[in-house]
Structures are given as C-alpha cells and as structure tokens.
C-alpha cells in the first residue's frame, strides 16, 4: 500500500534464531517511537524448514500483518546444508528467497546472504527483480559474522545492513544488544553490527527509496503478545497455581506463568495429561487457590470431562484455548478459529460455562481478569479462547494497560464467623443452597477445607443443597434452575461493567463487518480502507461468546442491512453461534472464511466485502470463500 | 487470624465425628468390603489426630467413591479415575491439610492409572486407598484391572487373556515411598496401616482388598489372611527396595492362587516428599497458597513491574 510503513521479514531456518533477532528489531523499531506489529510464520520442525517473521511498523496504530511487505532480509537455512536433513526434507537452502518473492511489494528491497545463498540458482530472479523494481543487495553476511566472531552472528550482520539501507541510527539497537548480552559475545556482536552498516553505506550505492517510517510515538509503549496479556491478567487477578501439558500455541502462556509463579509465591506444574492439568486446576481452587490451565484443541479435547467437573461441582477454574488448526493435531503451528464450537458445547450434559475472546494483546489481558473474576464471584469455569496468531505475534501495547491493582479477591467465599451462622444440614454446610428468590444470582456460598463449619461434599453427580448424591427429581431441578441462572446474573453483569465489544467505523454505515478474536484489527484496517475507496462500513469485533453479547449485537446487525462475518474455519462457526443465539438475521449474514493456516490480510476482507456488495472483486487469488447464511 | 482455625485444632477426636447423617446401606451391598474402609478410616482418624474439617477426601467414582458420602469431613467426590489429580493439587495449595484420595481397581489401576504412576513418582504427602475388589461393581460386573486371568464376565464371556495389574510393585516401581495392602475382614490391621499411611510423609498406597459378595462371588477375599509381619514364613526388610520389591512379587503371585499376604510392603521415611522438593527448588511457596487470599496485610505483586523487559 503506503510507504509509509515499513514491513520488514526476516526469513531462515527455524533454530536460526530468526525469533529472537527479530523481537530485537521489533523493539528497536519501538524505541523509536514507532507502533509495532509482528507475525510469525514457522514449521512444525526444530530446526531447519523455512521459517519468517514479519514486523510491521508505522507511526499510526498497526493492528494487522498489513498486505504483503516491502523489506526482505533472507538468512538462509543453515540447517538446510546438513546433508542427512538434506537427504529428507529436500534442498531447501535458497526457500528464503524463494518462499518469499511472492509476497514482495513492487519496489521493495532484497537484502540476501551471499554466504549461504546463491541468487542464481533461482529461475528468473534478475528478470523478476526488474520487473518488479526490486532493488537487491547481496552480502556476504555469514562471512562477515564469521570473521569477527561466530557464524550465528550473521542475523546481526543482517540487521546491522538493514539499519543503513534504512537509514536508522544504530543506538537503540546497540542499547538492546547491550541488555540482552555482556563480554565477548556484545563485542564481537556490536562489531559485526558496525561493519555490516559501514560497508554497505561504503560499498553499496543505494538505488531505493524506502526507509523507515518516523515515529511520533511519546505514550510509553511494550511490545507485547497476547500470550503475555492471558499471562499478566492472570497474575494480577492474584492467580497463583497453574497446570499444564505442553502443546503448541498454548505453551506460550504456560511457559510464561512458570517463568514467574515461583518467585511470586506461586507454583506450577507440568503434569503427565491435560484430563490431570485441568483436574489440577480443579483442586488448587477447591482449596483455597485461584487456579488456571489450558491447551489447545486436542488437549482441550482431553479436558471436557474435567470441566464438566467443574461446572457441576462449582468451582471456580480459568481454561485458556489456544487455538490452532484442526482438525486432530491439524496444522500445529498454524492460526484457525475452528474450535469456538468445541469449546462452547463440549462435555456432558447442559453445559454452563463463560467464554471470552479477545482480540489484542490489551483486551487479552482485560478479558482474562474478567474471566477470573468471573469464575470466582460466579463459581464458575471460565474460558478465555484464542489463537495461534495472538498467542505468538508481539504488538505495541500503551505501557499503562497493564498499570492496574492486582485484585487477590477469591470470591463468593464464605468466612468462618459467617459459617458460625450459616444454614447447616445434617451436619454439614449447605454448600449448594437453593437460590428460591434468584437474589444471589443463582450463586451458593462456598466454603474451603480447613474453615470451621463449612463441609461439605463437592460432587460431579446430582447433589442435594449440602451435597450428598440426590436423584430426587425435585432437588434435580432446582440444583439445575440454579446453576444455569447464574448464566443471566454474569450477562447482566457483562452487559453492564465490560465494553468487550468494540465497534470501529462511522455510527451511520450502512453495511457491517462481524468478526471475532483475533481478526479485529484486520477488520478495522479493512473498515478504514473501504470507506476511503467510498463505500460505508462499521465492524463489531465480539468477545463474549457465553454469556453470548444479545443485545449489542443486535442492535449492530439492526443498524446495518448486510453483514460479513469474517473467521478463520471453513464451518462459519462464529455466524452459526450469532444465528443461534439471536434466531434471526439469517437474511443479512454472510461469511468470509480462510482457513489455509495464514492470517486474514486486509486486501482479503476489503476483496470478501466487495465481491459481495459491489460484484466486482476477483477472490480467485486468495484462499478464501464466501457462504451464505442459510434461513432467515 | 488465620482463616483455616479447623487446621491443627488439638483436642480429643472421636471416630463418630467422622459420620455423617446418611447411611452406607443406601448403596453398598449387605456384606460389602467397603464397609470395612470406612470403618478403619473412622477409627484410624482419632490416631492421627485429625479433625474432620482439615481432613480432604477426594474419591473417584463406583462404590468406593461414595466413601466420601459416607465419611463426614471436607470431600470431593470427583471423576472416574481423577481423584489423584484433584487431591495432589490440592495438598499443594493447602498442605496443612490431611488429604486422602480413595477408588476402585478399575477407576485407580484402570482409567486413572496413568495419575497412579505419576502421583506415585512425584511423592505427593498423601494416601491412596484402592479398593480391589477385582471387578468392576456399579456397572454391573465387569473385568476389572485385577480380575484374574481368565476371568469371565459379560464383557470378557471367554475369559480375560490379560495378566492382572500388580498394585504394589507398580506403585514401588513408580515411586511411591510407602506401600501397603490390607483387607476388609482384617479391621485390626487396616486400621493400623490405615493410621501409618496416614502419619508417612510422602506418597502412601495402600491396596485395600475389599470383597465384592455380589459381583464377584469366587474372589480369594474371602480366604484367611496371612500378616507378612506376624508371620515367621516371611524375612524382609520394608526399607529395603530389593527385599520389599521380592515380597511383593511372592505376595502378587500367590493372591491369585489361594495365598493372601497382607501388611507393609514398603516404607521409606528418608525420601522427600514432593512438597519438600520442590520447596528445596524454590518451586513452592514456605506458607500455604490457600491462606495467602485471606491475609489483608499480604502484598500482591503486579504484572506492571514485570514490563521492563518489553520495552
């Protein structure tokens, strides 16, 4: 689109230490006061395999990948020459030229590793380059790296040759450097850094008119990725136990709530299942603790019965799900939206959970506090849904959304004085009493073992008001009638305390975009760029999926005569819950659905809205596909 | 003030605290071994000295879960074969608490065997009571885990080909630190093992032979017990891995052959328990979690002052 923006992708071999360089630039590129995306792009494999991450900056808000990008630095696959790896995956050293050229803006900048990467062996680049006014640069990076200190280094080199063609002072880079290493490695590292942009200042004429954006951003900024925005919510909500199984994306936030329980006064533990984490969860905060778990579709398969446990016992847990593709292992480092339905419905019974998805870092970490507070003043479980893409992609965040009081509050909880008092029943508090009047919103008060007075029986079955198995069908329907009003006390509460929802684009428009999760910024980007091109369009990304957001997305869908609902499964899960949950609006919906394992780009959601409204847009070069809504 | 006063209460306990006003016959069969773990966990608990309020039993599902029913302190009747789970983390959010779990041969051997294994290797301060009865019960009689070779039931009409489970050299092999097998119609020693359970820091299991008078009418429950510690037919030392792993063995070879011996098996007082090491790692918290939340003096540390590394 613009130059006015920078999208800069570094691309290798996974294990090349593409990730950790990346974040680096990111951050530089932050400290200069500029708003920062990120978005990686990576193999199920641990090393090797063609791997890229992309950073977006502009001085504007970002808050998507953007449309293709205009900067290529290509490593190279240094595991791509083991000839045993070779010998199974294919040649793949030239994949980070090649993979890439696709993707490429006109007038964009190739920097390669001459090192490792051999331009010529590529059908038709000089030509492609020409047509395309790329201007390419070939340096020996690895060899640069290598001379001053180790081949690894080569990423710095890279780095260091970006700053020149860019134009940027090298300062906030060295700063980061000097954070992150000491002694003979920040040497040798800084001196490749200096070398790499002195020669191609010296060596190189530069022919390209892109460099970095100027950044006006004075706000303190973080770069963040959803994955810390579950992690800190949690942590500031005062949850201190956390049980997990390590499956990817959710190890990001497990790997992060373990980085700091311990020295908080914390624990957690990794444990042989996720039916055994999620149980964790379960008897942590039977206990006394404020507790969480997660994983992503199939170990969240494993915990249905678990939160079942939860739901019938009443007790408070926080289950995170991050998503990936599916189905059964799917695409395990790949982005989808596919398993909204499994967590909504899975497990026996009339199921009564809340289910939150937010769709940015910041509202990550809102949305998990509220899911906290949530699960405890309601006894509840709570599930806090998103994806591969937020989980790992790292996004400029203001500094003060995180600059709030922890909230160490355990809840509906009962103190010993009050037990001294409260109703008992053949010797035992009465944990599960009626709520006749609904005055306690369908909420029982809870005690916890070791409190005096307060025993009771927590039971998965049909339990009477102190918890004894009942089948008594009377008993049956008031336990029932309870437990699933609390669903209407936390909608009232949402509906009154939590904007989740977020409407962007002009009040008046006359068409609108539903979307949910993640695929938020997207939208909006893609909002911006249609009501340039003339059209009018307002997009409502929605969080509360249970209890579902009724009112404000109807009164959304009311105001606009069609609707796009964008998501990432080939299902239209998201527009199916919407018709459920309002019985109406059939007549107005219809979908944009991707699910080839990439992120929406905003040309795709400007392409989806178009082909639609004005006929027009060709989808055929995208992989995605619109439906429409079936009844009415 | 602590806001656990039921926790460390010194007085006298007396075992009826620990019955709750509902009775056993409502499920149990008449003759029922289940009977008899309830009744020795009664009268164990006034030997160890605690009280029904601090004292968590979390039980699986089937007729030995209803145990919770029947015993009057904190309980968590849970899921079939995720007692453990719920108990360990538990113990680990208050371990000032006594925590027991309790289930079948089929929900602890079979469905939560893996939990088994695991809880076993990580030591967790707690007992495991495994009622085995070597079938499965509630669901009408099915093979269980324990059932003997050839054993036939609607679901295995031309005998089980499967080697039964070996509850106590699986549970040494796994880790545990203490392990015992008692039996219903032996009140005496089941309370006393029971109690030494109970009292042993560190993972204890205890295989709880219990007769099943309806399902499993042929089950070797009902033969006379051997004690290996009163018997002078049996030499071992119960701290020694070697000598309690060859016992076990003889007394896992002979159950299904008519020989029934019961006692301690193994005990190892110098193991840690899980709390101990991941304290010593500075992976648990000296104070117990579960208190913290109702301390008003106690200082929350915020995410806000985890941020320098993102900026």
């Not at chain 1, 992690?231 to 499956?247: H, Q, V």
């Not at chain 2, 009280?51 to 699986?60: A, H, M, N």
Request: charged share 25%; hydrophobic share 35%.
């Amino acid at each position: 689109m613009t130059d006015d923006e920078l999208i800069w992708r570094i691309a290798g071999g996974s294990g090349d230490g593409i990730d950790s360089t990346s974040q680096n630039f990111a951050k530089a590129l932050m400290r200069s006061g500029l708003n920062v995306f990120t978005h990686r792009h990576y193999p199920s494999r641990i090393r090797g395999g063609h791997t890229y991450v992309e950073i977006r900056a502009k001085d504007e808000p970002v808050k998507s990948r953007g449309d293709n990008y205009n900067f290529l630095l290509a490593l190279g696959d240094s595991f791509a020459r083991n000839p045993q790896e070779e010998a199974y995956y294919g040649n793949e050293e030239i994949k980070p030229l090649t993979e890439n050229l696709d993707e490429l803006r006109e007038g964009g900048v190739i920097v390669y590793d001459s090192g490792l990467l051999d331009a010529s062996e590529i059908e038709n680049f000089d030509e492609r380059a020409e047509e395309n006014d790329w201007h390419v640069y070939d340096l020996d990076l690895r060899g640069l790296a290598k001379e001053h200190g180790r081949e690894v280094m080569r990423n710095t080199a890279g780095v260091g040759a970006t700053a020149a063609l860019l134009d940027m002072d090298l300062e906030h880079i060295k700063g980061l450097m000097s954070d992150a290493m000491s002694g003979d490695v920040l040497e040798a590292n800084i001196q490749i850094l200096e070398e790499a942009y002195e020669s191609v200042n010296e060596d190189y004429e530069h022919t390209h008119d892109l460099r970095a954006p100027t950044g006006t951003q004075d706000e303190e900024q973080v770069l963040v990725s959803g994955s810390h925005g579950i992690a800190y919510g949690s942590l500031d909500e005062g949850c201190r136990f956390i049980s997990g199984y390590p499956m990817t994306p959710w190890t990001d936030v497990f790997t992060i709530m373990t980085q700091h329980l311990p020295e908080m006064g914390g624990i957690s533990e990794q444990v042989e299942d996720e039916i055994a984490a999620a149980s964790l969860a379960i008897g942590a905060s039977h206990a006394g603790a404020k507790a969480m778990s997660g994983s992503s579709g199939g170990g969240f398969a494993l915990m249905s019965e678990p939160l079942g446990l939860a739901e019938m016992t009443e007790t408070p847990i926080v289950l995170v799900e991050s998503m990936r593709a599916g189905g059964s292992t799917g695409m395990p480092t790949k982005p989808e939206q596919g398993d909204l339905e499994h967590v909504l419905y899975t497990s026996q019974g009339d199921s009564n959970r809340v289910v939150f998805a937010p769709g940015d870092a910041a509202e990550c970490y809102r949305q998990t506090r509220k899911a906290f507070e949530i699960a405890y003043e309601y006894q509840i479980p709570s599930i806090v849904i998103y994806d591969q893409k937020l989980s790992g992609g790292h996004q400029t965040v203001p500094e003060e959304v995180f600059d709030q009081e922890p909230n160490p509050d355990i809840g509906s909880v009962t103190t010993e004085q009050d037990l001294e008092e409260a109703v008992q029943e053949a010797g035992r508090f009465k944990r599960y009493m009626y709520d006749d009047e609904g005055e306690r919103g369908g909420v029982s008060p809870r005690s916890i073992p070791g409190q005096k007075g307060g025993n009771f029986l927590a039971s998965g079955n049909e339990h009477n008001e102190v918890g004894h198995i009942s089948e008594d069908p009377d008993n049956r329907v008031l336990q029932m009638n309870r437990r699933m009003s609390k669903l209407e006390s936390i909608r009232d509460e949402l509906a009154e305390n939590a904007d989740h929802q977020t409407v962007y684009g002009p009040e008046d428009a006359e068409y609108g975009i539903l979307s949910w999760g993640s695929t938020k910024g997207v939208v909006e980007e893609a909002v911006d760029v249609l009501n340039e091109q003339g059209h009018s369009v307002k997009a409502m990304n929605v969080s509360d999926m249970m209890p579902f957001a009724k009112d404000e997305v109807t009164a959304f869908l009311e105001s606009v005569d069609e609707a796009l609902v964008v998501e990432m499964n080939a299902t239209a899960q998201f527009r199916r819950h919407v018709q459920g949950q309002l019985g109406r609006f059939g007549e107005k919906l219809y979908s944009l659905l991707k699910y080839d394992g990439n992120p929406f780009e905003p040309r795709e959601v400007v392409s989806g809205f178009e082909s639609r409204i004005g006929g027009e847009a060709d989808l055929s070069q995208y992989n995605v596909r619109i439906e429409s809504a079936t009844g009415d | 003030m602590s806001a656990f006063n039921a926790i460390g209460e010194e007085r006298e306990i007396d075992r009826d605290e620990f019955t709750p006003e509902i009775e056993p016959q409502a499920t149990w069969c008449p003759g029922c071994g289940d009977f008899g773990v309830l009744k020795a966990l009664k009268q164990a608990m006034p030997e160890v000295g605690r009280t029904p309020e601090e004292t968590l039993l979390v039980t699986g599902i089937g007729c030995s879960g209803k145990l919770s029913s029947y015993f009057k302190s904190y309980g968590f009747h849970s899921i079939h074969g995720r007692a453990l789970p719920v108990a360990r983390a538990a113990k680990m959010a208050n371990p000032d608490l006594e925590v027991i779990a309790a289930g079948g041969d089929g929900d602890g051997y079979g469905i939560g065997g893996n939990h088994f294994m695991h809880t076993a290797r990580e030591n967790h301060d707690m007992t495991y009571i495994v009622f085995d009865n070597e079938i499965f019960g509630l669901t009408k009689g099915q093979t269980s885990p324990t059932s003997p070779k050839g054993h036939k039931s609607k679901t295995q009409p031309h005998g089980s080909a499967k080697q039964p489970i070996r509850p106590l050299s699986l549970a040494l092999t796994s880790g545990a630190s203490y392990v015992a097998r008692t039996a219903a119609v032996n009140p005496n020693q089941a309370k006393e093992i029971l109690t030494e359970a109970m009292e042993h820091d560190g993972f204890a299991h205890v295989d709880f032979l219990t007769q099943c008078p309806t399902w499993n009418k042929d089950a070797k429950q009902y033969v006379p017990y051997i004690d290996v510690q009163d018997s002078d037919d049996y030499d071992f030392d119960i701290t020694d891995r070697g000598e309690a792993s060859e016992m076990m063995q003889k007394a896992e070879n002979a159950l299904y052959e008519g020989e029934v011996l019961t006692g301690r098996f193994y005990h190892d007082e110098d193991r840690p328990s899980y709390q101990e090491e991941k304290q010593a790692t500075g992976d648990m918290p000296e104070e117990p979690l579960a208190e913290r939340y109702f301390d008003d003096d106690y200082e929350w540390e915020r995410s806000y002052d985890l941020l320098e590394r993102h900026k």
